[in-house]
């Protein structure tokens, strides 16, 4: 369902009361309509990005939400247009789903992280790690929590995945949006980060390993494209403001 477009017939407005649960409506709620005839089964359905009452809603679902002890999911729909991620979906339903376990799944997601470089042996070199989801050799980042800038997220995925701490350079960022598993819309921005760190210490969660590489052999190891061009513009950027070697 994530992903699709729907309409939405509002049954509960925004600001009105569940007579059930006793809890006041912080979004329009309503039903997924669209559905064939034989087919029973209501979805229902949060509106993000109206803050007013509405009879009916034209919009896409960028979430689900899967409450312990209820046997079909609840959806959130929102407009075109929007883009909000997890943190923000959690915070707009925060209402309904308060006080039970769930499982929230959402369209967008937004990451971060930084592209590490230090010196070794008079040479320029580059830490590259394997995620143990994927297998593949990238850079470290992850999700944007609540409350956090891009570049907060970045030096702190950094110290989380590999123990390095970081100085971010000014004037670079690179982002990428690209899909993952079928319907997932990412969008992940890398920043250039130096350190003085000589020791990396590594999430074992997580990482499976990491390396440093120079320019060519990190080239060479990156299977994506989009890790490629963003290497390649971390080393123009440092070539253009003399830090080479």
């Not at 919009?59 to 075109?80: D, H, L, Q, T």
Request: glycine share 8%; net charge neutral; aromatic share 12%.
């Amino acid at each position: 369902m994530l992903g699709k477009y729907v309409r939405v017939r509002v049954t509960n407005p925004i600001h009105s009361v569940n007579n059930q649960s006793g809890f006041t409506y912080g979004l329009n709620y309503g039903v997924i309509e669209g559905k064939k005839r034989f087919d029973n089964i209501q979805y229902g359905a949060y509106i993000m990005g109206i803050d007013h009452p509405v009879r009916t809603f034209d919009g896409r679902v960028i979430a689900s939400i899967e409450k312990e002890g209820e046997s079909r999911p609840v959806y959130v729909v929102a407009p075109k247009s929007t883009r909000f991620i997890l943190n923000q979906v959690e915070d707009a339903v925060s209402f309904a789903i308060a006080g039970g376990e769930y499982r929230l799944s959402c369209l967008y997601e937004r990451s971060c992280g930084a592209i590490v470089y230090r010196f070794i042996n008079d040479g320029i070199r580059y830490l590259l790690i394997k995620n143990k989801r994927s297998s593949n050799w990238g850079f470290p980042k992850g999700h944007v929590e609540r409350g956090e800038t891009n570049e907060q997220t970045a030096v702190r995925e950094v110290l989380e995945e590999t123990g390095i701490h970081i100085k971010i350079l000014p004037s670079f960022s690179y982002k990428a949006e690209y899909t993952i598993h079928g319907n997932i819309e990412k969008s992940v921005t890398i920043y250039l980060a130096k350190t003085d760190d000589t020791q990396t210490i590594i999430q074992r969660e997580e990482i499976e390993d990491y390396i440093w590489l120079d320019y060519d052999r990190a080239i060479d190891t990156l299977k994506f494209a989009n890790d490629k061009n963003m290497l390649r513009h971390a080393r123009d950027y440092l070539v253009k403001a003399g830090i080479t070697a």
